[in-house]
C-alpha cells in the first residue's frame, strides 16, 4: 500500500522537532528539503505499511 | 493593492514576535531584525515552553549565527537552566555536544534565554523522528555511530567539588537497586498481563519472552548492586537517535554530537546509569531494527568502561529492560502508538539473536 503525502504534511511534522533541537531546518526547495522529504516519505510507508493504514507522525 | 485585513489572533501574535525580538536583542546587541523567531505562534498559544529562533548576524555585529531558546514561565526558566547548566557540564566532562555560546541569563522584562551554536541541517542529519529513523540507510551506520558516541558519555565520574545541583537525581530506574527492580516488575506485570495474551503472543510467545526475562535479571543483578560507588555519574536520561546530530563527512562519528541535556541525571550508580542510556537508545529506535543491532554490537566493542563479559550483560539486559519499559505503555490495541510495543516485541529474539552471535565472535 503506498500512501500519498504533500510536502506541506511534511514540513508541518518534521520541521518543529528539527528546531527544537537547535537544527536549522532546510531552506524550502533546496535539493536538501527534497533528500529529506523523500526519506520521510519512505519511512512513513514502511510504517504505515506495518500498521493497517495508521500513521504515527507527531510521536517521538 | 489589495489587502487583506489580518485576524485579531494574527495581530497579536506578530505584536509578540516583534516584543520577543527586541526583548532578545536587546539582551544580546544586535539588531531585532537579525532574529527570526520560528515559533511564537505555538508559544502563544501555550503548545509550545519554549519560544525557539535562529539568529543571523551581520556588521556591525561579530556575534557568530546561533540559536535562541526564551522561556517565560518560572518552572521552564528553571528547566532552561538545568539544560543550559547539564550540557556546559557535559562539554567539561568530555561528551561531544553543541557549543554553548551564553549560559542560561534573564532579559530586561524578565526571559528567561539560552543562545547555543546554530546547527545546519546541510551540515549533516538528525533523524528527528520515527519516519526518519525507519528510512535511515543501513550503509551510513547511524545506530554504530550513535553507539560511538553513548559510549562516550556513560560512566563520567563528576567531580564532587562542583555544584551539580541542577541535575535530576532519584528517579527510579536510576534512583537505587530496589526502585529498579521495582520497575522492571512493574513494566514486565503490565506486557505479561493476561489480557494482553492474544496479541502478545503473537509477536513472541510468553515462555520465550520469560525466559529472556529471567535470563536478564540473573545477569544483571549481581552486576547492579556491583555498581554502586561514593562517587556520582552523569547520566544523559534521554538518549534517542532524534538527540544525536550526524555530521556530513564524519562517517567514523568522531564529528558527531549528542544533543538535549533536558533530563540529565546523575547516579550512584554506573551499570544504572549505563542502562537508561542505552535503554532509551534501543527502545527509541524500534522503527530500524538493523540500527537497533548495530546500535548493540557496536556498544559491545566500545563500552570499555566495563569489562566484556560484563558489558555483554549490561547492553543485552539493557535492551530487554527498554523494550518492556516502553512496550508496557502501548499493549492496548487501540493505542495509536501500538506499533511501537509491536516492533519492539517482535524483534527483540532477533535482535539478541544477532547480538549473541557477535558476542560468540568477541569472546
New interface residues.
Given amino acids: 500500500m503506498k500512501v500519498q503525502f504533500s510536502i506541506e504534511q511534511f514540513r508541518k511534522?518534521?520541521?518543529?522537532?528539527?528546531?527544537?533541537?537547535?537544527?536549522?531546518?532546510?531552506k524550502i526547495g533546496s535539493k536538501?528539503e527534497v533528500e529529506?522529504f523523500n526519506?520521510?516519505?519512505?519511512?512513513?510507508n514502511?510504517?504505515t505499511n506495518?500498521?493497517n493504514g495508521?500513521t504515527?507522525?507527531g510521536?517521538? | 493593492m489589495d489587502v487583506q485585513p489580518r485576524a485579531p489572533n494574527e495581530i497579536r501574535i506578530a505584536a509578540s514576535d516583534t516584543l520577543y525580538r527586541r526583548e532578545i536583542a536587546r539582551s544580546l546587541g544586535i539588531h531585532p531584525n537579525n532574529i527570526n523567531l520560528?515559533?511564537t505562534d505555538?508559544f502563544e498559544t501555550g503548545q509550545?515552553r519554549?519560544l525557539?529562533g535562529?539568529t543571523d548576524t551581520s556588521p556591525p555585529s561579530d556575534y557568530p549565527p546561533s540559536?535562541v531558546?526564551l522561556a517565560k514561565e518560572p518552572s521552564h526558566k528553571e528547566q532552561l537552566q538545568r539544560e543550559v547548566k547539564s550540557m556546559e557540564l557535559a562539554k567539561k566532562m568530555g561528551i561531544p555536544t553543541?557549543h554553548v555560546h551564553n549560559g542560561y541569563f534573564e532579559s530586561p522584562l524578565g526571559y528567561g534565554i539560552i543562545r547555543?551554536?546554530?546547527?545546519?541541517?546541510?551540515e549533516g542529519l538528525?533523524l528527528?523522528?520515527?519516519?526518519?529513523?525507519?528510512?535511515?540507510p543501513k550503509d551510513k551506520h547511524f545506530g554504530s555511530r550513535a553507539a560511538l558516541l553513548i559510549a562516550a558519555s556513560i560512566g563520567k565520574r563528576i567531580q564532587p567539588n562542583i555544584d551539580t545541583s541542577f541535575l535530576l537525581r532519584g528517579q527510579k530506574r536510576l534512583g537505587s537497586e530496589q526502585t529498579f527492580w521495582e520497575l522492571w516488575d512493574e513494566e514486565n506485570q503490565t506486557v505479561l498481563s493476561s489480557r494482553y495474551d492474544a496479541y502478545r503472543n503473537q509477536l513472541i510467545p510468553r515462555d520465550e519472552l520469560l525466559s529472556i526475562l529471567i535470563k536478564s535479571r540473573v545477569d544483571l543483578e549481581s552486576l547492579v548492586i556491583q555498581g554502586y560507588s561514593d562517587d556520582e555519574y552523569f547520566v544523559h536520561n534521554d538518549t534517542?537517535p532524534?538527540?544525536c546530530?550526524f555530521t556530513n563527512g564524519s562517517e567514523v562519528g568522531n564529528q558527531d554530537i549528542l544533543?538535549?541535556f533536558e533530563q540529565a541525571a546523575a547516579t550512584h550508580n554506573i551499570v544504572l546509569g549505563a542502562i537508561t542510556d542505552i535503554s532509551d537508545f534501543y527502545n527509541?529506535a524500534w522503527?530500524n531494527p538493523e540500527m537497533q543491532q548495530e546500535f548493540l554490537c557496536t556498544l559491545l566493542q566500545e563500552l570499555k568502561q566495563f569489562p566484556l563479559t560484563d558489558r555483554y550483560k549490561i547492553i543485552r539486559g539493557a535492551a530487554v529492560f527498554g523494550t518492556m519499559f516502553a512496550s508496557q505503555f502501548y499493549m492496548d490495541d487501540n493505542h495509536?502508538?501500538?506499533?511501537?510495543a509491536?516492533?519492539l516485541l517482535q524483534h527483540l529474539q532477533s535482535n539478541l539473536a544477532d547480538f549473541d552471535s557477535f558476542w560468540a565472535l568477541q569472546s
Avoid: C, H
Wanted: hydrophobic share 40%; net charge positive; charged share 30%.
Fill in positions: 511534522f518534521v520541521y518543529p522537532q528539527l528546531i527544537e533541537k537547535s537544527v536549522m531546518p532546510p536538501k529529506l526519506e520521510w516519505v519512505k519511512g512513513r514502511k510504517l506495518n500498521t495508521r504515527t507522525t510521536s517521538k | 520560528l515559533t505555538a509550545s519554549f525557539f535562529f540559536f531558546k553543541i547555543l551554536k546554530k546547527i545546519d541541517i546541510e538528525l528527528a523522528n520515527d519516519e526518519l529513523i525507519a528510512a535511515a534517542s532524534s538527540n546530530f544533543l538535549d527509541r522503527a495509536p502508538r501500538n506499533i511501537k509491536k516492533y
